[in-house]
């Protein structure tokens, strides 16, 4: 490896990107053993460095999501791992693309770019893990955390004896939570968040932006990170203040910003933000009215 930013973490190597992680390039983590070596969430930009990289011996994946698998296909020839829920996923472009759930107008540009520029290669035999697996290296080991939301089969490794928790997509930026897929789950995701507050470690590892943290600063980070749901979810009430249709939900932009140009944003809003209005619903702050828009109920009326 001759990248001065990668992180060294005993056993643990972090591959930081190039773009400081930021989409679609992320942080993939390399974990040396005496007798294996993994790699973990191969990233686009691994592409330009892979003369740097040792043997690996498998590829484990957090989960099966484009910027995730973009680098694994130079490793072909070696068992690719994704958690059971995730594992269908990476066997045919069709799977993937169900798993995202686009309309047809979006499906169709972005099966294209998935495959040319995020190099999706089909792996018919993906080798499914649970959670509580451990990866036996020799000299170190890596545990599976199962922490769907972002994908059902969404998951941490906490690697031994470096004490590094790697957290995938539970990736702490100022973005906030990503469950804008056809696959993904808010409430899941949120029971993800609780859970992971309580997992201790040394250091914490995200794909995106962040790279590593120590104990303090990723519970502040956490905690940020939770604040966004429900910063969404109350910016969402007030628009609702006037009758409004979903597609002046999805259009008001309450995910990405106004600027943010991706093919996907329209899909990704209506996924995010129906399980707000859904929620909004079920608790009685919300209503729908009868030509189908919905609306915040006035507690005082
Ligand atoms: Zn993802």
């Known amino acids: 490896m001759d990248q001065d930013r990668d992180l060294v973490l005993g056993k643990t190597t972090v591959l930081m990107a190039e773009n400081g992680g930021k989409y679609p390039d992320g942080n993939s983590l390399l974990v040396q053993g005496t007798e294996q070596t993994v790699l973990i969430d191969p990233s686009v930009g691994l592409v330009n460095r892979q003369h740097t990289l040792p043997r690996i011996d498998r590829v484990l994946h957090s989960h099966c999501h484009e910027d995730h698998f973009a680098g694994s296909f130079l490793f072909q ?40 520029d995020f190099n999706f290669t089909s792996c018919l035999h993906p080798v499914p893990f649970r959670d509580g697996d451990i990866f036996e290296l020799g000299d170190c080991e890596i545990r599976v955390i199962h922490l769907p939301g972002h994908t059902p089969g969404h998951s941490a490794f906490h690697i031994f004896p470096d004490d590094v928790l790697y957290l995938g997509d539970i990736e702490l930026s100022s973005f906030g939570p990503y469950y804008g897929d056809a696959c993904s789950d808010l409430i899941t995701f949120e029971n993800s968040l609780r859970l992971v507050h309580d997992i201790p470690a040394k250091h914490y590892a995200t794909f995106h932006h962040i790279g590593v943290l120590d104990r303090s600063n990723f519970e502040k980070r956490l905690r940020q990170f939770v604040e966004k749901i429900k910063s969404r979810e109350s910016e969402l009430l007030s628009f609702l203040s006037e009758p409004r249709t979903v597609d002046e939900v999805v259009d008001h932009r309450f995910v990405f910003r106004p600027g943010d140009e991706l093919i996907y944003i329209d899909a990704v809003e209506r996924y995010s933000m129906c399980q707000h209005i859904d929620r909004l619903v079920a608790v009685g702050k919300v209503c729908s009215t009868q030509d189908g828009r919905f609306m915040k109920i006035d507690p005082t009326s």
């Open 77 to 116: 020839e070696k068992p690719w791992h994704f958690h059971e829920y995730d594992a269908p996923s990476i066997k045919s472009l069709d799977a993937l693309m169900e798993f995202y759930g686009y309309p047809a107008h979006i499906d169709k540009p972005w099966r294209q770019k998935v495959v040319a």
